[in-house]
């Protein structure tokens, strides 16, 4: 009789301690844990769902993880599919979590009228590039207050300084000019600001930060050795 009851007990404890059963607890669906990304965290934590396209911005920091050797907290994001006559930059700062400027951009006007369409690195083409640029230092030429862009792009946009890409401020890039043509104006291929905030946002941006100017163009991710679209989170596409 006590030989019948021990066995029943031995196996059962044995069963309770096994690996299978641990592992079986572990991985059920319902009890496993959400896991989110850093970048879908910090576009959580930084309210930016009603303000900036999440493909742009994951693409935008997951250039920044990769290319921000300065330790600059400043991450500007340029967002392209939308039209001009909607305010499509953004000057984020990822250290304090907050975002420092939203603006007005205008495009070259070989890319499009209200949406940028077409883009290149080609001189003469009055074309906006898209891709990552790093700032560099500020002066003052025929635009007033400019910022120096570097191209870090091989074939997408490193030509920008032989083309003259900087970032200044135009008299086109106002709701004034919305108001009155629907859109703003172009550049010869600048991204080009409001004159009154011209100033400070190349002032915050200036001396090293990261831009990142976005379109949804496959074009640009098969050339583009920074990011790719199959690297990129779908939880939110």
């Given at each position: 009789?006590?030989?019948t ?45 009603s ?7 994951e ?21 392209f ?12 700062d ?10 007005y ?11 940028a ?21 500020t ?12 191209g ?29 043509s ?9 991204p ?5 905030l ?13 831009l ?19 690297a ?5 596409l």
């Open positions: 009789m006590q030989k009851i021990i066995c029943p007990l031995a196996f059962l404890i044995l069963w309770l301690l096994s690996p299978v059963r641990a592992e079986n607890k572990t991985s059920d669906p319902d009890k496993s844990p959400t896991t989110i990304s850093e970048y879908e965290s910090l576009y959580e934590q930084m309210n930016l769902d303000l900036i396209n999440f493909k742009a911005f693409y935008a920091y997951k250039g920044y993880k990769k290319l921000n050797k300065n330790n600059k907290s400043l991450l500007t994001v340029i967002d599919s939308l039209p001009s006559s909607q305010k499509r930059l953004y000057v984020l990822l250290s304090k979590k907050q975002v420092l400027f939203v603006s951009v205008s495009h070259g006007k070989g890319s499009g009228d209200d949406y369409t077409s883009f290149s690195n080609r001189r003469g083409s009055h074309q906006s590039s898209l891709g990552f640029y790093r700032t560099d230092e002066y003052n030429g025929r635009n007033g207050y400019s910022l120096l862009l570097d870090l792009e091989k074939g997408i946009n490193d030509k920008a300084r032989r083309r003259s890409i900087v970032i200044h401020g135009a008299d086109y890039c106002s709701e004034e000019v919305i108001h009155s629907g859109r703003l104006g172009r550049s010869f291929g600048c080009a600001l409001p004159y009154e011209t100033e400070p946002i190349i002032d915050a941006i200036k001396g090293g930060s990261l990142f100017i976005y379109a949804d163009k496959p074009d640009y991710f098969a050339k583009s050795k920074i990011v790719k679209p199959d990129v989170s779908k939880t939110r």
